[in-house]
């Protein structure tokens, strides 16, 4: 599997089967055909997409994700395969029954590895982590402190040094590049949670009667800086626009390419959240006594220092 990521955002097309492939007819006239096993989500956005079942299923069969996004490129919709491991109503029954006292421990991993990573982010592009680093210490099980939230009220503005920056402005260019950013990363963790043998709407912490995924919204939350970082390399790239065109989605796209550090090794976005995946797997079926996100760095290893 190669981990392609397909973006349809700029022009109509419609979506296909034939043989292994994925039949793509472009509004241009143009045709392409990807294997489905080298696909591992494909983006939807611009409102005259169209597509087969038979290509939706084949893409789910492949283990693909199918990301639906608005008009502002926030996700709206997801598909995922529902029978990708052999023992997955065993894990799922083992993963309801998780106690409440075990989920609030593995959410305190998650946002300490958050914070930590927000706060490298902040020491590499501006020098200094802004007190995050030592904020880990202050998070207690299922953060009763809400540490996370008083992180994120330093972190914003440090990041792109601008007190007016706001996540809810939807006028802001650099939110729609983030949404961007966070649908192709959350759509690898719920890739990653389904080929684990895990249920993504047993979460750790998020709930929503209106999201059936809050296990990939957790599991994403420390992989979020490596999108921050990369937003913020194009924001200071005078060469790339700050649009939903195609040079910019590549270069959000081209984040998932690389190689990051995970407990030494050099792997790839999709691979480490693979291995945060399994690792919660793990603790599920009490295999492993702690949980590891995976994630060494918010940089690419010849970017990490």
Known sequence: MTNRILDFSNGAAHLGAKGGALDIALASGDRHAVAFEDIAA?????????????????????GAVV????????????????????YQAERFIRQAALTEPKRKRLWQQVVKAKIHLQGEVLEHWHGSDAG???????????????????????????????????????????????NYGYAVMRAGAARAICAAGLHPSFGLHHANKLNAYPLADDLMEPFRPVVD????????????????????????????????LSNGESRTIFDILARCAQSLAGVVLQKEGSFDVGLDSAFPVEEAR
């Open 42 to 62: 494909v983006v939807l956005a611009h409102p005259q997409v169209t597509f087969s079942q038979a290509a939706v299923a084949r893409l789910a069969a492949a």
């Open 67 to 86: 990301v639906i996004c608005n008009e502002k490129f926030m996700p709206v919709a997801m598909t995922m395969p529902v029978e990708s491991h052999w």
């Open 132 to 178: 995050l680093k030592p904020m880990t210490k202050m998070v207690g099980s299922g953060d009763p402190k809400n540490v996370e939230a008083r992180a994120a009220k330093l972190y914003w503005p440090r990041l792109f040094q601008d007190k007016t920056f706001f996540r809810s402005n939807d006028e802001d260019p650099r939110n729609a590049l983030l």
């Open 229 to 260: 970082a990369q937003i913020l390399s194009i924001c200071r790239n005078p060469e790339i626009p700050l649009d939903m065109s195609s040079p910019t989605k590549a270069a959000i796209l081209s984040m998932l390419g690389r190689r990051f």
